[in-house]
C-alpha cells in the first residue's frame, strides 16, 4: 500500500501580531459558533473558564522553563501555545483583543512602554 503524502500548508503572510492574535480569536469565535471545525478547541471552550484558565498556567510555566534553559525553538513553540490558550480565554470571558491593545497603548503613554504597572501602596491613595 502507497503511503499518503502529507500535505504541508503553506506558511501565511507575516502579519503583525496584534493582526495574528485577531485572526486568531476570530478563528475561535467561528469555532464557537459552528463555522469552523476544531475539535481541540470545541473542547477547551465546553471546558469552562477555569479549565481554560488552567491551561493557560500550564503553558506559561513552559515558556518560562524553556526560557530559563535557553531552547529557543522550544520557546517559540511553547509561546505560541500560550497565545492559543490565553486566545480561548479571552474569548470566553468576551475580551476582544483590540482592549488587550487599548491597555497597551495606554500604559505606553503613561509609562513610556507598556510594561507592568507599578505596584501603588495605601500612601499612594
Do not use: C, H
Amino acid at each position: 500500500m502507497p503511503k499518503q503524502k502529507v500535505k504541508t500548508p503553506k506558511p501565511l503572510p507575516a502579519l503583525p501580531a496584534p493582526d495574528r492574535l485577531k485572526v486568531l480569536a476570530t478563528a475561535i469565535d467561528d469555532v464557537r459558533r459552528g463555522v469552523r471545525e476544531s475539535p481541540r478547541t470545541l473542547k477547551l471552550l465546553a471546558s469552562g473558564p477555569a479549565k481554560m484558565a488552567q491551561k493557560v498556567v500550564e503553558e506559561a510555566a513552559e515558556v518560562a522553563i524553556e526560557g530559563a534553559i535557553g531552547n529557543r525553538e522550544a520557546l517559540i513553540n511553547e509561546s505560541v501555545d500560550l497565545f492559543y490558550n490565553l486566545s480561548v480565554l479571552w474569548s470566553a470571558l468576551g475580551v476582544d483583543p483590540d482592549a488587550v491593545w487599548a491597555e497597551m497603548d495606554r500604559r505606553e503613554a503613561l509609562l513610556g512602554m507598556a510594561e507592568k504597572l507599578p505596584k501603588t501602596t495605601e500612601e499612594d491613595a
